[in-house]
């Protein structure tokens, strides 16, 4: 009685705070400025592939699916409904109607057949042409036979039928992905080599201006097709602005948000101090930092070496190290991935257990290299690493490289063992198969590839296969089971050493309002400019 | 002198071949692969394959390198692997802005450098002297980001002086061309005391106050002007100085020169823009060196060119 009489006085308390939650509703109108320290390099979908240019191609451009905003619950965008066959092979979209570009021609079928056929042709060099490699003819356009997918029909302007040569569950995700965004094909062959610079699309802003070097500006799209939004008129990016001066610079009001994030160096000091709470956004994303081990050389080719790592060390004392911005990693999927299983503990910390596991392994005395990126944090954890592994018995050198050069390095299958901060892995979308192929599977452990890890389990790779063809509606968790049986495998094999799941934050002005999960949204890195707003609009 | 400049012309076109030779070495020693950071992370071997082709990095290395050289002389610098645009554009329009900072370092090294070795030698051995001394030692040796970072965070954040970095007018110039020149400053500060101090040295500054000329006087009009001479000639090599200090000044203040573009293609791998960048900054450095050569006979007689 006792306990129903708190929660009728709690929901009292609810009722009576909502006019006070309703007066910070959203507002049309107001600016936004958002500093990042690189120029971006392209705005274009098909190209663009970083994570400075990722959420504003997502702001300019839009796909057949998107999420829900600062959530990954897949939703029709520029497709107003969709159908999939029994087989799994045909995907057919109905298009939305009245999609304007920003050029004010309407959008339709041909330009999203026109738009997927860039990202596949080599010519267009995509870094993410390789995830349509499902769609009928891509081999074809890929091997430079045609330039046309045959996989995609167009029955009329507001249809889009595309045949798949297997069955992807996957697949709608894809559709979300910056690679497949609608661009006009005669604003692309209009602007050429320029067309990166001069972006046109469909999304919640249009291009306004790009000096180089130095800002970038958007203005809200007035026919964008979703009513209401977005809230801001414009988002103005600065570039060049080191993280350490943009913090100083929010601060003064000059700014509203640290598009790089918080440097480290200056972390503990903004969190330690209370008025700061309502300013940093905390979320989750759908990263996991982890150590590689060559699967294909010794020692690592021995399982009990690489449990042993894994018990050897102390992610907590990591974790630590980089401030709390995470949380300590039992497997190779975050929390946030479907997929994820909470059951799976991992291996724990018991550096007693890895030097019986190594006894037991008799490789005798351990001498190996651990390639690190060299920028902070990733040499201190390292070193931490180091530590923990000397500690039982195995002596790992440092080797702290350029970024390009430990991806080299990996691709070659040359490092023992690589420390992944920095390079890998946040999922390009929120499916456990973006975490398998490239990174766990067989496909990935080539030259070049980015399997560090070189573990080819063809078991599991056919598993994996097999799960990705459960299509329909009532075989989802089935799939996701399956996956995490696979990822459970994965971890018995123990290729990587999981250490932590990053946590974002993100630092922005008192002015702008928005969920913490705009603000850390885990598609729309870093930050959802559409949903945004401006708490002193007019 | 025109067979002089000839020979001069003649020998710089063989430093910038051989900067080209080594740039282009240089990019086939660094131990990682372009075409993995053109194609991304889900890249098949047939699509990095493909794109090994279009770049023409499936062809021998000598063949490369003609190619190159052939685009090179004809004002090509190539096409961007990251921005998928041409380079040549990129980087001209990124110039004025280093340029313009250079200047304001110039001038900042100079009104710091000049009065404050006047100053230095004309109280030799006392504590003015000694302290001007040992700041010029200070600043020569203060890494320039730090100084950077010092000087925004006292005159932008403490005191709002001038803006926390930035690029357009006046007062975003004065804090990156200080970090820029103070370093040249405690430099020339100390050319400039012991050039005085020969200077003060001679007969003629003897005679000039034999004849009651006011220390002031003989010290601007007689000693300034002789001793500014080794000065003069140093500006044209503060060229080259700087093109490494633009590097981090930029990077600080965000300033959108060349300096902020090389740095920002070196993380990327953006083979292209590098070179673009290292070509013009080698022009830039060897002209500076030209009119350097060229101006000192016109300032001291003594020197002849042949």
């Known amino acids: 009685m006792k306990k129903l009489l708190i929660s009728a006085v709690a929901a009292l308390a609810l009722l009576a705070a909502a006019p006070l939650a309703m007066a910070d509703a959203p507002k049309q ?8 320290n690189n120029d971006l390099t392209t705005l274009d979908p098909q190209v663009g592939y970083d994570w400075q240019n990722w959420s504003v191609i997502k702001s300019i451009f839009d796909g057949l699916m998107d999420y829900k905003p600062g959530t990954t619950e897949l939703v029709p965008d520029l497709a107003e409904s969709y159908t999939v066959s029994d087989d799994g092979l045909t995907y057919t979209f109905k298009l939305r109607d009245g999609v304007k570009f920003h050029n004010g021609r309407t959008m339709t079928s041909a330009n999203v057949k026109y738009s997927f056929e860039r990202a596949v042709n080599p010519a267009t060099q995509s870094p993410g042409g390789g995830y349509f490699g499902m769609i009928a003819g891509y081999d074809d356009v890929v091997g430079g036979k045609a330039t046309t997918l045959s996989g995609i029909e167009t029955p009329d302007d507001k249809t889009v039928i595309f045949k798949l040569t297997r069955p992807d569950a996957t697949f709608l995700h894809l559709m979300a992905i910056n690679f497949g965004y609608v661009v006009p094909k005669e604003e692309v062959e209009k602007a050429g080599a320029d067309w990166g610079k001069k972006p046109v699309g469909t999304g919640a802003f249009k291009f306004v201006e790009w000096v180089p070097g130095q800002s970038i500006k958007l203005e809200r799209n007035k026919d964008y097709f979703r009513a209401g939004v977005p809230y801001l008129d414009g988002v103005t990016f600065e570039f060049g ?43 989750d994303q759908l990263h996991t930092g982890y150590v590689t081990m060559n699967v294909t050389q010794p020692p690592f080719d021995n399982v009990k070496v690489r449990q042993a790592v894994n018990m050897a060390i102390n992610k907590d004392r990591i974790v630590r190290l980089i401030n709390n911005r995470g949380v300590p990693a039992s497997q190779a999927l975050p929390p946030a991935m479907p997929g ?10 018991d550096p007693e257990g890895a030097k019986k596991l190594l006894a037991e392994a008799g490789v005798g005395e351990i001498n190996t290299e651990l390639y690190v990126m060299n920028v902070d944090p990733n040499p201190r954890i390292a070193q931490a690493i180091q530590q923990d592994l000397a500690a039982v018995g195995i002596k790992a050198e440092i080797r702290s490289l350029a970024q390009a050069e430990v991806i080299a390095a990996g691709g070659a299958g040359k490092a023992p063992m690589i420390w992944s ?25 080539v030259e070049g590839g980015w399997n560090w890890s070189r573990y080819c389990n063809k078991a599991l790779d056919e598993r994996a296969t097999k ?32 250490i932590f799941n990053e946590k974002r934050f993100t630092y922005h002005s008192e002015r702008l309002g928005g969920d913490a999960t705009l603000f850390t949204d885990p598609i729309h890195i870093p930050v959802n400019y559409d949903y945004i707003y401006a708490r002193d609009a007019q | 002198m025109l067979h002089y400049l000839a020979r001069r012309l003649a020998a710089s076109l063989l430093i910038l071949l051989g900067v080209s030779i080594v740039t282009f070495g240089l990019t086939f020693m660094i131990p990682a692969d372009p075409v993995a950071m053109i194609a991304g992370r889900n890249s098949t071997p047939q699509m990095r394959d493909n794109i090994r082709i279009q770049l023409g990095l499936d062809k021998p290395i000598p063949e490369q390198y003609a190619r190159y050289l052939g685009r090179l002389v004809t004002g090509n610098l190539g096409m961007s692997y990251a921005r998928k645009s041409e380079v040549g554009p990129l980087v001209v329009s990124r110039l004025p802005p280093t340029l313009l900072l250079m200047l304001g370092a110039i001038i900042a090294e100079l009104l710091i450098g000049i009065p404050a070795g006047i100053y230095a030698a004309t109280r030799r051995g006392r504590f ?9 030692f200070v600043s020569v040796s203060t890494p320039q980001f730090v100084l950077g970072l010092t000087l925004l965070y006292l005159f932008a954040y403490l005191w709002n002086w001038f803006p926390l970095g930035g690029y357009g007018k006046l007062s975003n110039l004065i804090l990156p061309a200080l970090t820029l020149g103070l370093a040249g400053g405690g430099w020339y500060s100390r050319m400039m005391r012991s050039s005085m101090i020969e200077v003060l040295r001679n007969d003629y500054i003897r005679t000039a106050r034999a004849k009651g000329m006011s220390e002031w006087r003989v010290t601007m009009k007689h000693g300034f002007r002789n001793a500014i001479l080794p000065i003069v000639a140093m500006i044209g090599l503060d060229v080259g100085i700087f093109m490494s200090g633009v590097v981090v000044v930029e990077n600080v203040f965000g300033w959108p020169g060349i300096g902020q573009l090389m740095w920002q293609a070196i993380q990327s791998l953006d083979i292209p823009v590098i070179m673009g960048v290292t070509i013009v900054a080698a ?24």
């Open chain 1, 29 to 36: 109108g107001g600016q936004a400025t958002v500093t990042f």
């Open chain 1, 241 to 283: 602005q080191d993280p350490t001066v943009a913090v100083l610079r929010l601060k003064k009001g000059e700014i509203d948000i640290v598009g790089d994030g918080i440097p480290p160096a200056q972390f503990a000091e903004l969190m330690a101090d209370p008025a700061n709470k309502p300013l940093i956004a905390e979320g």
């Open chain 1, 340 to 349: 994820y299983n909470p059951d799976n503990k991992g291996y724990g910390y």
């Open chain 1, 421 to 445: 901060g920095g390079m890998a892995w946040i999922a390009d979308f929120p499916d456990p198969a973006n975490f398998y192929y490239g990174i766990l599977g067989c496909a990935g452990a």
């Open chain 1, 467 to 498: 799960a990705d063809a459960m299509v329909k509606d009532n075989q989802k968790d089935a799939r996701i089971t399956e996956w995490k049986a696979i990822f459970d495998d994965v971890l018995k094999d123990a290729p990587w050493a999981p």
């Open chain 2, 128 to 136: 003015a002297d000694k302290a001007a001394m040992t700041l010029s």
């Open chain 2, 283 to 306: 022009c830039f450095i060897v002209l500076g060196n030209l009119i350097a050569d060229l101006v000192s006979p016109l300032i001291d007689p003594r020197i002849r060119l042949r």
